[in-house]
């Protein structure tokens, strides 16, 4: 199946132009995220936004950042007038949305044989076509014969790899040929399959510029410290982390939560990042900039002064946030004048919680 480039496509001017151009868009991302100090962050956002796509494909939506909420063991938002049942399938989708980046991340050990069974498919398959068309005709030919999703998506971003298409293990699954009204014709669907793979690079590339927008527009902001100063290594961790509480970057700093939340208020004053959930407890923050996470998750209800039973709540118009002067391109020696020793540990921090969260959502649903 699918040995040469005439059996995958009946028309191959257009499946060589699909090719061309998502070759383009994943040596682009490749090329800017080889030796990128934001990459552990990157790739930690990238497998979010994989998560979402993928569970959004397979019927359940979740936002990215309710995941990152989850982490932080904030409640996903509910609306007061959700029946239990669909309260339940807010919860059964950040199940689902924990499982799929397990898959990606740290598979258990009947999961990884699955993947590994699905990578021989795609090597079988593809024989001796390029990596992506190799990758499309695995990805068809496992799910036609009957394979589950996420392990051939699992599969698919270590085929990548080892065939050399991208250094870095960024998620690229084509998660959008999968919706319902794809044409899942031998002949069509990889041209689907391009599309989408072609897509996810370009939107990596532009998160990947975003979040090093933002990154060094805070670093700019507390250049005039001391040197023991740990506001810079702070940043850091921030940059890695979509939303981060007190005492979670307390304990990544190694210092009082008091003074952590004193950093962090600093941080909002400071234009540097703003606070999600306006609690007095468990607060949330997040870098500016990066994405509408004050969207993502709940904020607390309380009664607010002057409003009696019954009566309209007062509307308040929410702070306009307007955009950042563009910043000079840094060269990569410029880059390499910040330090990121924190991020890889802080990583490896973020994917034990995301183990530890999971099973505590497995008990509730039994």
């Not at 970057?249 to 959930?277: H, P, R, W, Y």
Request: hydrophobic share 45%; with cysteine; charged share 25%.
């Amino acid at each position: 199946m699918f040995g040469s480039l005439g059996e995958v496509q009946a028309d191959p001017l257009a499946l060589a132009t699909e090719l061309a151009h998502a070759s383009v868009m994943i040596g682009r991302l490749d090329q800017a995220l080889a030796s990128h100090p934001l990459r552990p962050a990157f790739l930690h956002r990238a497998r979010l936004e994989a998560v979402r796509r993928q569970a959004a494909v397979d019927g359940k939506r979740i936002d990215p950042w309710h995941l990152a909420a989850l982490i932080e063991g904030l409640r996903l938002r509910m609306d007061p007038y959700q029946t239990i049942v669909e309260r339940g399938e807010i919860f059964e989708a950040g199940r689902l949305a924990f499982g799929l980046y397990q898959w990606l991340t740290t598979p258990d050990f009947d999961q990884e044989g699955a993947v590994h069974r699905a990578e021989q498919v795609i090597s079988i398959a593809g024989g001796n076509a390029t990596p992506l068309l190799a990758g499309a005709a695995g990805t068809y030919r496992w799910l036609n014969e009957g394979g589950d999703r996420p392990p051939i998506r699992a599969a698919l971003v270590r085929f990548w790899v080892k065939s050399g298409l991208i250094r870095a293990p960024i998620p690229l699954t084509g998660a959008a040929s999968l919706r319902s009204e794809a044409d899942w014709n031998q002949q069509v669907w990889p041209r689907a399959f391009l599309q989408a793979i072609a897509a996810e690079a370009e939107d990596g590339l532009q998160q990947l510029m975003d979040l090093e927008r933002a990154w060094f527009s805070a670093r700019g902001k507390i250049r005039p410290r001391r040197r023991n100063s740990k506001a810079p290594m702070a940043v850091d961790i921030m940059a890695a982390t979509p939303i981060l509480s007190a005492s979670s970057l307390s304990k990544g700093l190694g210092m009082a939560v008091q003074n952590a939340t004193a950093l962090l208020d600093e941080f909002c004053a400071l234009g540097i990042a703003v606070e999600v959930t306006h609690r007095s407890k468990r607060r949330l923050f997040g870098l500016r900039h990066m994405a509408p996470i004050r969207d993502g998750v709940a904020a607390p209800r309380r009664p607010e002064l002057g409003r009696g039973p019954g009566r309209p709540a007062v509307i308040r118009e929410d702070e306009e946030l307007t955009e950042p002067p563009p910043l000079p391109l840094l060269t990569p020696i410029e880059r390499r004048t910040f330090d990121y020793s924190d991020l890889e540990y802080w990583m490896r921090h973020l994917d034990a919680v995301m183990r530890a969260v999971r099973v505590n959502l497995n008990l509730g649903a039994r």
